[in-house]
């Protein structure tokens, strides 16, 4: 069965860097785009960054300049680095595997909060 | 950028009953290999996000026949028919023909 497994959140103070990981397992990690995807504390769902199988990337604005997303196909894990973190950052973050840019989000991991402030 | 709308943020349905929850685009969906990049998910504490229907009409494996999407253009609706207690979710849309965005969510309560 397809699973998605997010780490590394935490609180961090504004300014600072995370990096976030989801372990993938199930499939052929390497033949899919990826995801990441944030819900802030009570707030609806924001999509913030896609990697393709080869690791093109895009990224929502709000956060192209600060965040990173990428992939080792060896470990079957997706990272997202955070960095300049803002108290707005503060959410929770999930992977979701994709497929092409365009395709929907067909599964999704159980999420990491990240919770910026001092 | 495309703007997802779901005019209600709650719904209150009895089991039994059947619901629908509209999600409308700033723009159409409507790509030229004739698809509507519209997907609709349901989300209920804790457990994982799932993707219930894509292309705006297609089920996903194992997804009961009860969640029907459709509409077209800039207009789409998730049904659910004969709703079960296990329905009571939070449900969005997604637009994947541009830079991905969801819709603000729709709140399927009990009555």
């Known amino acids: 069965a397809v699973q998605l497994v997010e780490s590394g959140g935490g609180l961090v103070q504004p300014g600072k860097s995370l990096k976030l990981s989801c372990s993938a397992s199930?499939?052929?990690?390497?033949?899919?785009?990826m995801h990441w995807i944030r819900q802030a504390p009570g707030k609806g769902l924001d999509w913030v960054a896609y990697?393709?199988?080869?690791?093109?990337?895009v990224y929502a604005d709000a956060v192209k300049e600060r965040f990173t997303i990428s992939r080792d196909n060896a470990k079957n894990t997706l990272y997202l680095q955070l960095n300049s973190l803002k108290s707005e950052d503060t959410a929770i973050y999930y992977c979701?595997?994709?497929?092409?840019?365009?395709?929907?989000?067909?599964?999704w991991g159980q999420g990491t909060l990240v919770t910026v402030s001092s | 950028q495309i703007t997802l709308t779901q005019q209600a943020e709650s719904l209150w349905v009895s089991p039994g009953e059947k619901v629908s929850i509209t999600c409308r685009a700033s723009?159409?969906?409507?790509?030229?290999?004739?698809?509507?990049?519209l997907s609709w998910y349901q989300q209920r504490p804790g457990q994982t996000t799932k993707a219930l229907i894509y292309?705006?009409?297609i089920r996903t494996d194992g997804v009961p026949t009860r969640f029907i999407g459709s509409g077209s253009g800039t207009e789409f609706t998730l049904s659910i028919e004969d709703v079960q207690p296990e329905d009571i979710a939070l449900y969005y849309c997604?637009?994947?023909?541009?830079?991905?965005?969801f819709g603000g969510g729709t709140k399927l309560e009990l009555k």
């Open positions: 979701a595997r994709g497929y092409n840019w365009g395709d929907w989000f067909a599964y």
């Open positions: 199930g499939f052929t990690f390497s033949s899919y785009g």
């Open positions: 990697i393709s199988s080869s690791s093109g990337t």
């Open positions: 723009q159409s969906l409507l790509y030229t290999d004739g698809k509507h990049y």
């Open positions: 292309h705006a009409s």
């Open positions: 997604l637009q994947t023909l541009k830079k991905p965005s």
